[in-house]
């Protein structure tokens, strides 16, 4: 068997970590091609790799303007910037694997799931969740009957205070306009997994949430605007110099602190936080995304699942809870804790992966993601893939009626 030959248009930390894949097993896959405006990232993917150079491009469209060359086309550009490229490579027949969210808006959404619809390609949104080992044992303890029929859920995402403040705050997605909300930009992977778990069509929601904190007003008296030039710094837990020169002193040299600059060193980040958007107080960022909100959730039959997301732990796995007519479960993204009413009895099962490679980021899901899409695209066999473009569509809109909830203080039908 031939590898899938794969062309990554953005090869930043996602469309990076995927391609990683071809390293570990290339046998089943070979990065033959890299479209990335950033010399850097472009060059580190050119050398782990091997590209040759005409199939390097600084933009997408000089890559979609060549015949097919691939097999298969990861996208993981920004979120604002995937519909035109994923229509036009779905067009020329590439298999495709897509970073969520699929669009910020309905409209794009749908005119990337006709291209691939119509074009018969093999299509995966990077919904990870869906393919983790944890997901997967827990979607088997479901089926086979063990706590009845399941009626309603309860799950959390912890964002984490600092990942709050990394990304959604000083980072590419504390803005709405030049993102999305934050309920697709960092929850659509939960609102697509109580889906997935619920097995059930939603027919309406309703929300709430707000932008309680990271707002101007907050600001601590006598804070500068930025933090290696601020008197209070040290008595501030969303401090740049304390968070990514804190993991930076532990070890940590991956992300997040990668993403401030190449160099991943103390003067190097230094150096990034002085200049660059990382180094910002969180109340003078322009950021709009809120950083709690709850969805309510009502499916057919009468189930339900409610779902809450806050910046303000510690981070860490999702917590689910899932009330069935015949028992319990409770999942940490770890562990499953069943209860059963009949005989008061508790088991538990233990999913740890314990894999620390680049792939076995989001609890193993991006290995599995990565290894479904390809036995897929091998197998031409779209029944491989969870997060196709039907199920995709299908979360997208829950969110993005979640979304036209909290806005306009209504309950909102879904279609």
């Not at 980072?171 to 709405?176: A, D, H, K």
């Not at 796995?317 to 009949?342: M, P, V």
Request: net charge negative.
């Amino acid at each position: 068997m031939n590898p899938v030959t794969i062309l990554v248009i953005g090869a930043g930390g996602r469309g990076g970590n995927y391609a990683t894949y071809a390293t570990e097993h290339p046998d089943q896959a070979k990065v033959v091609g890299v479209a990335e405006p950033r010399e850097f990232y472009r060059n580190r993917l050119v050398e782990a790799h091997n590209i040759p150079a005409e199939n390097v491009f600084t933009d997408w469209q000089t890559a979609a303007g060549r015949e097919r060359f691939a097999d298969a086309v990861i996208i993981a550009t920004l979120d604002d910037m995937h519909a035109d490229p994923a229509v036009a490579f779905g067009n020329l027949g590439y298999h495709m694997l897509l970073e969520k969210p699929m669009a910020p808006n309905e409209a794009d959404c749908r005119r990337i799931v006709t291209a691939a619809v119509e074009n018969k390609i093999i299509f995966a949104v990077c919904h990870v969740m869906r393919y983790t080992t944890y997901t997967q044992r827990l979607k088997a303890v479901i089926d086979s009957g063990a706590i009845g029929e399941v009626v309603s859920l309860q799950h959390l995402e912890p964002v984490g205070y600092w990942h709050q403040a990394h990304s959604f705050v000083r980072g590419n997605w504390g803005n709405e306009a030049k993102s999305s909300s934050m309920l697709l930009a960092k929850s659509c992977h939960d609102i697509d997994w109580i889906s997935y778990i619920m097995d059930a069509r939603c027919l309406k929601v309703s929300s709430f949430g707000s932008l309680y904190h990271f707002r101007k007003e907050n600001k601590p008296d006598g804070a500068a605007d930025r933090c290696l030039d601020c008197p209070v710094e040290a008595d501030c837990p969303y401090s740049a110099k304390k968070i990514y020169l804190g993991m930076l002193e532990r070890g940590k040299k991956g992300w997040p602190v990668d993403v401030l600059a190449p160099d991943v060193t103390p003067e190097g980040i230094t150096k990034a936080l002085r200049d660059g958007p990382y180094g910002r107080c969180v109340y003078e960022c322009g950021n709009d995304v809120v950083d709690n909100q709850v969805v309510n959730m009502f499916f057919d039959e009468g189930k339900t699942a409610s779902f809450t997301m806050t910046a303000f732990n510690k981070a860490g796995h999702r917590k689910t809870r899932i009330f069935g007519t015949r028992g319990e479960i409770y999942g940490d993204g770890s562990k499953i804790t069943i209860f059963d009413f009949l005989t008061d009895t508790t088991e538990v099962i233990d999913t740890e992966a314990g894999d620390a490679s680049i792939l076995g980021g989001h609890g193993g899901g991006d290995y599995g993601l990565m290894s479904s899409f390809i036995s897929a695209v091998v197998d031409n066999d779209p029944s491989k893939i969870l997060s196709g473009p039907a199920e995709t569509l299908e979360s997208h809109l829950m969110v993005f009626a979640a979304e036209r909830a909290r806005r306009e203080n209504a309950v909102i039908d879904l279609p």
